[in-house]
Nanobody
Framework: QVQLVESGGGLVQAGGSLRLSCAAS????????MGWYRRAPGKQRELVAIITSGGNLNYADSVKGRFTISRDNAKKMAYLQMNSLKPDDTAVYYC?????????????WGQGTQVTVSS
């Protein structure tokens, strides 16, 4: 079981930026694929971005060119840099982890961090 703690959410105006962080408690962090998902009010949780243990990236079409996922294996951290934010990006953002190189979500979830983008 991997413990995940997100931080960095908040309120920002449209066009602004935020950086989300996910701290993982795992001795095998480098072997984990890390993902960011979000759930907007009244909608299902959806993929935002994934970085696999091998460094491969996958983004939702809606965030391509605006969001960047990255990781620091030495610090056991994953990040989501969000630029040019839009009101439609308003959601609770969740960090996810799974063992191995995969684009599929794992069973390990953080508690979520709220991102609110005002128009």
């Amino acid at each position: 079981q991997v413990q995940l703690v997100e931080s960095g959410g908040g309120l920002v105006q449209a066009g602004g930026s935020l950086r989300l962080s996910c701290a993982a408690s795992s001795s095998i962090f480098s072997l984990l694929s890390m993902g960011w998902y979000r759930r907007a009010p009244g909608k299902q949780r959806e993929l935002v971005a994934i970085i696999t243990s091998g460094g491969n990236l996958n983004y939702a079409d809606s965030v391509k060119g605006r969001f960047t996922i990255s990781r620091d294996n030495a610090k056991k951290m994953a990040y989501l840099q969000m630029n040019s934010l839009k009101p439609d990006d308003t959601a609770v953002y969740y960090c996810n982890a799974r063992v191995g190189s995969s684009y599929a979500p794992g069973d390990n979830w953080g508690q979520g961090t709220q991102v609110t983008v005002s128009s």
